[in-house]
């Protein structure tokens, strides 16, 4: 296979008008070196895994060269950055080779993310340090193991160049999978500027490409708002039952597509607290776990500010509409949480008065700084009292004060209908025992920039792959960081 045919692009998105991206073509790196290539993510997109591995594959990575159908083009977009509006953003440090269609008819974006200044860059390099690429490769295809809808890694490669951040730093870039980048800043980029075609033809490709069942809809703006909403709230709400906190919510990293996007000072909870946060640059707490679901209800609200010209020609009536499909937000997401709650905790559902006793198990273990993923694996490996010592008993054991929590709970599984072995099946598949954790994910990068030692990193990414693994555990990927091993604070790497 030659660069010619490796990627069977279809670009969509670039046949919209040019006020939607500049065409732009990556910068070449002095020396690209191969970091890994996601073999399976590559058989599925129809791209052959040994050319991608190979050097001209490694070259087309790294850009240096632009395989045939690539158009390769920057996109534009505003938002709001912890609260604040910018007028104009957009992909910085990121290049969107094309689109290519997998085996199972899905569009996906390839896109370079460290691959050199755009019209968006705003003064910067373009380029990414090599640690935030190995970050959002781990987390993201971690992410993907767990079941949450992601943007996915399908390869890293160094520069064998330098880029300058606190200090001088190896450089990588990132091939980036995305069922689209289109974001909520992308609706904001045109509604500020009021050009209404710009946004029909924005509602009517992202209908086209994510929700085709909805084009038959009567009032079609209205319509993806309200399955905007409802992937979001889904989204958000399996975030809250792995305690990921994504550290910057803002309007233009929220997608259309509903898949989590842009790793960077993102970080799964150790200890228990709805009020952690590790973005470094959120010193306001407004990005903190506990905040998560209503700040995706502001961007959401932001969306359907956008769409109101659409909506209706009343001024009065598309509000209303609009209020109307906000509304439904925070009960979506509260069914959406309740319901995977209800797997975490082995109940065919979470009744009512099955609340405090659910609230008073989150009290706990904030109070004990219990950690968030253990304590719920542990739940799930003890649901049946007198069976086989746990795996992950092993290693951890409940405060004293949740174990007297869980002799209570094991009185409440006792009244279910479920059947124990299904239960046990049902809370294994739902609470994970591996989790990139920040300490592994941050000695992972250090290993690779201060040394050139990748071997941590390939670990990493092996075991994330596996995350509700039964049978020995691994303490070393299992547990918690001592406390000299904590990592506090996360960076976004621009």
Known sequence: MTAATAFPFDNSYARL???FFSRVEPTHVAEPGLIRMNHELAEYLNIDPQWLCSEEGITTVAGNAIPSGAEPIATVYAGHQFGNYNPQLGDGRAILLGEVTARDGRRY?????GSGPTPYSRGGDGRAPLGPVLRE??????????????????GAVTTGEQVIRQQFEPGGVLARVASSHIRIGTFQFFAARRDTEALTLLTEHVLGRHYPDQLDAENRPL????????VQAKLIAQWQLLGFIHGVMNTDNMLLCGETVDYGPCAFMDEFHPDTVFSSIDQGGRYAYKNQPGIGHWNLTCLAQCLLPLLDPDSDKAVELAQNAINSYPQQFMDAHTQGLARKLGVDEIREEDTALIEELFD????????????????AENT??????????????LPESIENWLERWQTRLASDPMEPSARKTMMLAANPVYIPRNHLVEAAIRAAVD?????PFH??????????????????????PKDEERVLATFCGT
């Not at 706990?364 to 739940?379: C, E, I, P, S, V």
């Not at 040394?451 to 071997?455: A, E, L, R």
């Not at 670990?459 to 918690?480: H, K, N, Q, Y």
């Open 137 to 154: 490769y781990v987390v993201s295809e971690a992410m993907h193991a767990l079941g949450v809808p992601t943007t996915r890694a399908l």
């Open 451 to 455: 040394q050139g030692d990748f071997t």
């Open 17 to 19: 008008p040019e006020t």
């Open 384 to 397: 049946n009292p007198g069976e086989e010592s746990s795996p992950i008993g092993e290693f951890y054991n």
């Open 364 to 379: 706990l273990m904030a109070q004990a700084k219990a950690d968030f993923t253990l304590t719920f694996r542990y739940l």
């Open 223 to 230: 319509a993806l708002l309200q399955s905007v909403i409802a």
């Open 459 to 480: 670990r990493l990414v092996e075991r994330a792959a596996t995350p509700f693994a039964a049978g020995p555990v691994d303490p070393f990927f299992s547990l918690p």
């Open 109 to 113: 974006d390839i896109q370079l993310k």
